[in-house]
């Protein structure tokens, strides 16, 4: 059976986040602990993939910084509330995506994005820099839907639009996208542009099969 649907990660996926997490993430932890903690962008590299909360918790752990849960919940909505501000000062959308993303509209597929991103951080960036795409489905964390690698993200959207399992491909750039697609029994291409590298992927135990170089094999594991 032909694809009829697409559904793909964010963050190391469509486009390197990475500046402006670690912006926000330093943002929240000198607004608590001051200017001479932070993390750089390769540390914030290194983590991204399980939502911002876990972020700033990591990112407060490789700074030696003490916290409770309490202080990491104020950390976040400062964190979030500056993000929101400055979602795209220095985000871009990897070479080629969006042609990739294009083609898949003229072919008529289903095109989703699912994310642990912050649902509003989330919209405001796709809306500014894909704004040539036309997607059927965007849809980041919510307190309503598990935190991926939990399947139930990518069988809401299959439920949607009334897609099989066999119907659509899932597209990720981590050990925990990998894991959500296998955990919701979906094919799923891991690309290595993004946050982790190809021998990184393998060595977390993503499938060679699954693993996408460059934007040629993505568009020809969409086309097969």
């Given amino acids: 059976m032909s694809l009829k649907g697409v559904l793909l990660d964010f963050d190391g996926t469509m486009a390197d986040t990475a500046g402006d997490i670690a912006a926000s993430v330093n943002y929240a932890i000198h607004q608590f602990y001051g200017p001479e903690y932070g993390i750089d962008n390769e540390q914030c590299r290194r983590t991204i993939g399980r939502g911002l909360r876990n972020e700033l918790k990591d990112s407060l752990v490789h700074c030696n910084l003490e916290f409770d849960d309490a202080l990491l919940d104020r950390g976040l909505k400062v964190l979030e509330d500056y993000y929101a501000e400055h979602p795209y000062d220095t985000t871009v959308a990897y070479d080629g995506i969006i042609d990739v993303l294009r083609r898949c509209n003229e ?118």
């Fill in 107 to 224: 072919k008529g597929l289903v095109l989703g994005v699912f994310s642990n991103k912050a649902d509003r951080i989330l919209k405001i960036v796709i809306e500014k820099l894909f704004s040539e795409v036309k997607f059927d489905y965007i849809c980041g964390m919510q307190s309503s839907i598990p935190r991926k690698p939990s399947p139930v993200g990518l069988q809401l959207f299959m439920e949607r639009f009334a897609l099989e399992k066999q119907d659509m491909l899932y597209v990720g750039d981590s050990e925990v996208d990998w894991q959500t697609g296998v955990n919701a029994g979906v094919r799923t291409a891991i690309v290595t542009w993004g946050y982790r590298s190809h021998s990184k992927l393998s060595e977390l135990g993503v499938s060679a099969s699954a693993l996408v170089d460059t934007m040629q094999e993505l568009e020809a594991e969409i086309g097969r």
